[in-house]
């Protein structure tokens, strides 16, 4: 049988790039499409911000003329003048389980890559670590939330086959609104509140470009030193929240003031992959209908998707305000629980209080990487 590589070219190619998931995954339970919308959009390089400072090229396997996969070269100048490192990354990586076609496609990657100067590939992103990112590695019985990648149990060993090894692991946490988490956040919350005259608020949307300003100056401090970071641009952060305010709830966001000096903040979604499953990446004719706000408010479940404070306050654990918040918000709603995503590995800053709390890291997410100039697998060299 004949395998294809070829990269994307026109209107009919970048829709069939889109749609493979749907087809390749459509007997996965757990599986979620995204709106094909919202991803023509992510893929669009004058619409996305991002590509002011990145290129990309897609590729689609084909076996037979039959589609069978799919995978993106991805070349970020921000990450490469950040951390000073030739690094090129894959995403939006999805196959079948064909090793054959997962080296080709990744091969292809690697090449277009290697012809730049890159020295180093890493993924999945899609396309950066500021999107969903990661390949599930543990915690298949479940589906994604919000934002979060899935992928079938056999996607970690085709990209292992492909000679890649492991950089760097991402974990969500699942927390349940039980009595004793509830009593364990409210006792770490009170001594917080003995350390500083710290409130908490809402995000307001009838002012949102001065709370989006907050955002910005928040996120790009918090987490700066983190591992693989590139801090986002105003473009793209408008980018973002342009695309999410329709379904934001004001009372799932809050500000932490420190003194009255703004020092961190917390954003969760419900979980709209409740709604997406619903609408089967469409929103016309009827797909809007699960993203209205009585509908969003009925969901069970909510995603923390970014929780950050300034660097100079971290040690203050002021995050644990969030989490109360968010506690009180789950006995006054019926909501069953949260999950807490992405974490790196290592950052105990984060791990610590969580494991303190009673969450559980119930999924795991693997960001591989691959020498493009041995084939070796990881480099140690330039590694936080």
């Not at 995954?25 to 590509?51: A, C, G, I, Q």
């Not at 992103?125 to 543990?138: A, K, Q, R, Y």
């Not at 009372?251 to 409740?274: K, M, Q, T, W």
């Not at 002021?318 to 629980?337: D, H």
Request: hydrophobic share 40%; aromatic share 12%.
């Amino acid at each position: 049988m004949t395998l294809e590589i070829a990269p994307v070219r026109g209107s009919r190619d970048l829709e069939a790039f889109i749609r493979l998931p749907d087809s390749l995954y459509r007997d996965d339970k757990t599986y979620v499409p995204m709106l094909h919308s919202s991803e023509r959009k992510m893929l669009d390089p004058k619409r996305n911000p991002f590509y002011l400072h990145a290129e990309a090229e897609h590729f689609l396997a084909r076996r037979d003329g039959r589609l069978v996969g799919r995978a993106s070269a991805i070349r970020n100048r921000a990450h490469e003048e950040i951390h000073r490192e030739k690094t090129g990354f894959f995403g939006y990586f999805d196959v079948e389980d064909d090793l054959e076609a997962a080296k080709a496609l990744l091969g292809a990657a690697e090449a277009w890559l290697r012809a730049r100067g890159l020295e180093r590939i890493r993924g999945p992103v899609n396309p950066s670590t500021n999107d969903p990112c990661g390949t599930l590695v543990e915690g298949f019985k479940w589906a994604p939330f919000v934002l979060m990648t899935g992928n079938p149990p056999y996607t970690p060993g085709l990209i292992e086959g492909a000679g890649y090894a492991k950089a760097k692991d991402l974990l969500a946490y699942f927390m349940l609104g039980t009595q004793s988490v509830q009593d364990k956040v409210r006792k770490v919350a009170a001594d917080v509140r003995g350390r500083g005259d710290v409130t908490i608020r809402k995000i307001d949307l009838s002012k949102f470009e001065s709370e989006l300003g907050l955002v910005m100056e928040i996120y790009n401090d918090a987490w700066s030193k983190n591992w693989g970071f590139v801090p986002m641009t105003a473009e793209e952060i408008r980018f973002v929240a342009d695309d999410l305010k329709a379904v934001v709830l004001p009372e799932l966001s809050y500000f932490a003031f420190l003194g009255g000096r703004p020092v961190g903040f917390s954003f969760a979604l419900p979980d709209i992959n409740h709604s997406l499953k619903r609408a089967k990446g469409r929103l016309f004719p009827f797909g809007w209908f699960w993203f209205l706000k009585p509908v969003l408010r009925k969901i069970p479940t909510f995603r923390i998707l970014a929780l950050g404070v300034r660097r100079e306050f971290q040690h203050l654990g002021i995050g644990t305000l969030f989490y109360e918040s968010y506690i009180n918000l789950a006995v006054e709603r019926g909501y069953k629980g949260a999950e807490l995503s992405w974490i790196l590995e290592d950052n105990e800053l984060m791990n610590r209080p969580l494991r303190t709390m009673g969450a559980k890291a119930y999924k795991k997410y693997r960001i591989y990487e691959k020498s493009l100039q041995d084939g070796s697998g990881k480099m140690e060299d330039g590694m936080e």
